[in-house]
């Protein structure tokens, strides 16, 4: 999903309310948080099953009440998830797929973020030929189903001999995550002050030195919003994954989709469920912790350019 | 003159990792893709141009036709569903309710998860022999009947319930900003004419929230293009083919059906629907000439 940078709608999204102005304690008011109630409900429902599933024998399992606390607690899912769980005949638990996930992650956020600021940088404060177009094309880029670059791109890929690697699927992630990044960086460094850019010009700072000296340190926001963007969005990537990464590399979704999906031997739905909070626990605590930056990653662009 | 010339060669060499992904990753892989939707290919590429009639075949596979249909139930679903209530929860967060962080942390951690983990819960919940429904047979309802994921022609409405779950959070996030960039002096003037609240919301709001409806359609339609890991991980476009998507359908015949020609023809397909969505409000959001006037 497309998202950009910080505007005035999301600076105005974190001052208060402006709804009308309730009167007092009224059927309306009743209603209302009733609502919110409902609403709430209907979100936190999936999450409590879930965690509820995975502290359950599978005994109990079998009786079918989904909703009911566990009556005898267990972590033995916890552990058998991370430790022990099958795909097909290899069982190692999903701590593989965390790691590869990790190990795809942090290249992936680093270099995706780092071709995005460089170029963002370049379209916004350089006079360059064709600027407009190129940035076009990145953003439709953006937009275009993935199904129609992925099968050249795995002939491209094999022809270099980077199908099913690491590098492989890093690459991709760079690829795909130029549009967003250039879009951020772009309005966030045509949102700075020009004077402060046309004073290192003055005093003679070259493209590069002005980049690394001045840009890149004012960049800390936007960098964050960028990290919580790609963190997130690499770390759920199942598409990719599947088809650059390459056996020895799939990563944590795929890897869990396999678990849980596998048609052979009885499903263990409190493991299963075990190694799915597992998967979403990196994006989640990204999250809870980023709390109102997240949010503003989100709003912010998608409202406006 | 001379070092401004310089500088700019160095602006230059800094774009060529984004000149060469949009050339070779982006129109480059497309071209090829497009043509060789016009070729006989099976398991490899080949030359052999045999004109639209991948095309023809295409819209005579009866799993295509599913898929098609599929996506716009999908997609008509998840868009009024998402904005109905993605708009009420922000209404209702914009009311000075207390615990309104509370609320809003609820309404949109899901959408901080993957379609893969979205799409196994909700298998989980709504599994006929031990979900939901065996719930509510135990509670002593014992003809009771949900077990949507499990036939055929409701299966992709399942697929909506759980997309609605994970997307409908970024809505209300995408609406409340709106709402909150709306002037305080709208509320009063309203008050002091002596307007219910429902109908300045009816009449003056969502019209003024225009552009974020716009680009909450947007962005969800194109999450319904590419829907794959839901419908994988949720019903794995069963039973049967009854929950097939354009998405799935092409991975499918790229890499488990070999048949090149007849994927990357759908792929094209899918393509020529984007653009129609999306080259006009690009050109309205990023293009527009008042726009790049009033500096970005």
Known sequence: MLQATPTPATAAAMSGPSGPRPRSVTAGRV?????????????????????????????????????????????????????????????????????????????????????????????????????????????????????????????????????????????????????????????????LPIELFKAARVDGGGFFQIFFRLMLPMSTPIVIVACILQVTGIWNDFLFGVIFAGRDNLPMTVQLNNIVNSTQGEKLYNVNMAATILTALVPLVVYFISGRWFVRGIAAGAVKG | ????????????????????????????????????????????????????????????????????????????????????????????????????????????????????????????????????????????????????????????????????????????ALMLAGLRGIDQELWKAARVDGIPAWRVYLNIIVPMLRPTIITSVVLLSLAVVRVYDLVIALTGGGPGISSEVPAKFILDYLFGRSNIGLATAASSVLLVIVLVIITPWLYYEYFRPERAKGGK
């Open chain 2, 1 to 172: 003159m001379k070092p401004r010339r310089r500088q700019n060669v160095a602006s230059y060499v800094a774009l060529i990792p984004a000149f060469v992904i949009v050339v070779c990753a982006y129109l480059g892989t497309m071209l090829w893709t497009v043509q060789i939707s016009f070729t006989d290919s099976k398991l490899l590429p080949s030359m052999n141009f045999i004109g639209i009639r991948q095309y023809e075949r295409l819209f005579t596979t009866s799993r295509w036709i599913i898929s098609l249909e599929n996506m716009v139930i999908f997609g008509i679903g998840l868009i009024l569903v998402c904005l109905v209530l993605g708009f009420l929860m922000a209404a209702a967060l914009d009311q000075k309710i207390r615990f309104e962080n509370t609320f809003r942390t609820i309404f949109l951690y899901p959408y901080a998860m993957s379609f893969i983990v979205t799409g196994l819960a909700w298998q989980w919940i709504l599994n006929p022999t031990l979900g939901v429904q065996q719930y509510v047979r135990n509670l002593g309802w014992t003809d009771f009947r949900f077990d949507w994921i499990i036939q055929n022609d409701r299966a992709i409405y399942v697929v909506i319930i759980a997309g609605v779950w994970q997307a409908s959070g970024l809505v209300m």
């Open chain 1, 31 to 191: 209603g209302l948080y009733a609502f919110l109630f409902f609403a709430a409900l209907f979100f936190l429902l999936p999450m409590y099953v879930m965690i509820v599933t995975s502290l359950k024998t599978m005994g109990e399992i079998r009786m079918g009440n989904i909703f009911s606390l566990p009556s005898e607690m267990t972590i033995e899912p916890w552990i058998q998830a991370w430790n022990s769980a099958c795909t097909g005949l290899n069982c190692s638990g999903i701590k593989v797929g965390f790691w590869n996930s990790v190990r795809i992650l942090i290249p992936s956020v680093i270099l995706s973020i780092f071709v995005g600021s460089l170029t963002g940088y370049a379209l916004s404060l350089w006079r360059v030929r064709g600027a407009n177009l190129l940035f076009a094309v990145l953003l439709l880029g953006a937009f275009l189903p993935y199904q129609v670059f992925i099968y050249p791109l795995v002939r491209i890929y094999s022809t270099v001999g980077i199908y099913g690697t690491m590098t492989g699927i890093v690459v991709t992630h760079i690829i795909f995550g130029l549009p967003l990044m250039t879009l951020l960086f772009r309005n966030y460094y045509a949102s």
